[in-house]
């Protein structure tokens, strides 16, 4: 017995398996898919982003925030993301289609700090809004803004300048050991605005038809052992 065509047929036997499973399958799943357009709001989502956010994208990119930030709101029974007793990173769990137009998604695997995904969407612990000031603000010094904070400075994505006539509108509101010495004033740089821009981007509050009343964890029937959700 020639061993030769045994060997050819289990490489392409080998070869062609994978393909299916992992190029056709996913094809057949998610090639089709396309924008969700609402009649009501005459809009098409997921949304573009917008320029100034699209450049902030590679900044986080390019700075490895993914290193410690994830962009996925896993379902319930999978993580006490969301929910009641969740953690308050979405509404609702993430979807395919809300990745549609990420050239690159930005998943990451490691939670050292909070989901970013629905930042934009989410409050403050006091209540406020995450607006540009408190980013730029938490972007330079973290702990001027949560005290403990364990998130690293980003001090480089702004520059420290003279004054001129009044002051630039996008001056940083500073005080004590953070403030810069008397004439000068702490302004973030293109790279910052485009990254707070990003980060003001982030909300996947849109529900997709696809988002409703699916993968929430059945409420767990009262004197019923609970179970591990499938
Ligand atoms: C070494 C890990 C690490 C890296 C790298 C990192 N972060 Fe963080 N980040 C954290 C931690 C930890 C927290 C939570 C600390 C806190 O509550 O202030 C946090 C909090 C945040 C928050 C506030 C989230 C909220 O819900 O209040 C934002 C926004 C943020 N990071 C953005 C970024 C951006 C943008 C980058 C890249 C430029 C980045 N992070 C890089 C660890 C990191």
């Known amino acids: ?94 979807v395919a289609r809300d990745y549609l137009r990420d050239e690159r998604v930005l998943l990451g695997s490691q939670r050292v700090g909070p989901d970013l995904r629905n930042f934009a969407a989410r409050k403050n612990a006091d209540g406020t809004e995450h607006n540009a000031e408190w980013l730029f603000k938490y972007l330079y010094a973290p702990t001027s803004v949560v005290r403990e904070s364990n998130m690293p400075r980003y001090a480089f994505l702004f520059k420290t300048q003279p004054i001129i006539g009044q002051g630039s509108s996008k001056a940083l509101k500073l005080s004590g050991a953070l403030a810069p010495a008397a004439g000068y004033e702490v302004v973030p740089t293109s790279r910052g605005e485009a990254l707070v821009a990003y980060l003001l981007s982030l909300k996947d509050t849109y529900a997709y038809p696809e988002t409703k009343n699916i993968y929430t964890a059945p409420a767990p029937k009262a004197g019923a052992k609970q179970e591990g959700h499938k």
Request: proline share 5%; hydrophobic share 40%.
């Open 1 to 94: 017995m020639k061993p030769a065509p045994f060997l050819f047929l289990g490489i392409f036997c080998a070869l062609s398996f994978s393909f299916v499973g992992l190029v056709l399958t996913n094809q057949l799943t998610y090639g089709a898919f396309t924008t969700h357009v609402d009649e009501d709001e005459g809009k098409a989502f997921p949304q573009p982003l917008p320029g100034l956010a699209a450049q902030g994208k590679l900044v986080y990119q390019d700075l490895g925030c993914v290193a410690c930030h994830t962009q996925q709101v896993r379902r319930e029974g999978f993580g006490a993301d969301f929910g009641e007793r969740g953690r308050g990173w979405g509404e609702r769990q993430s």
